[in-house]
């Protein structure tokens, strides 16, 4: 058998504890620096039941983002989902995006421009929102023509002028 002087015993137990040291700081700046980079949403949308006295919401109705910015939209409530409006709601040279539903989604806006998006079951209640990019709001006119219907109609002028 292989046997440990008290100094050796005395130095293992020195590494182990640098290596549990070692290991904390690795975990604890993967967690503070790696995470938010792999996750790196520049604004955050929640899918929402309810919020105060309105139901079937984003959470945000107009978001800002700079252009190649990401937008993140959670489905923290089941059953929503979100999609481009194709008729006039999107800048030209913007393809189709439509989510699937109860699953988180995001999008990397790189063309600017006014982005108008419903949920697809509740697009005339009220589920509507609009991301601008790059503060260029040039397809303002083609946003205006968009046909809602419901209470989306009811929101939508407001929300528009309010671009
Ligand atoms: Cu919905």
Known sequence: MFLLTNTQKVSLSMINMIKKVAVSFLIFFSTVFLMPMSFAADATVDMLNKQGKE?????????RVNVGDTVFWKATDKG???????????PEGVGKFKSKFNKDVEFKFDIPG???YW???HKSMGMI???????DKSN??????????GKSK?????LINSL
């Open 114 to 116: 006014i982005y108008a």
């Open 140 to 149: 303002l006119d083609a946003i205006k023509l968009i046909k809602f219907s």
């Open 55 to 63: 139901s079937m919401v984003f959470s945000k109705k107009i978001v």
């Open 119 to 121: 949920c697809t079951p």
């Open 154 to 158: 009811k929101i939508a002028p407001d």
């Open 80 to 90: 929503h989902n979100v999609e481009f409006i194709k008729k006039n709601g999107v």
């Open 129 to 135: 929102g609009f991301v601008v990019v790059g503060d």
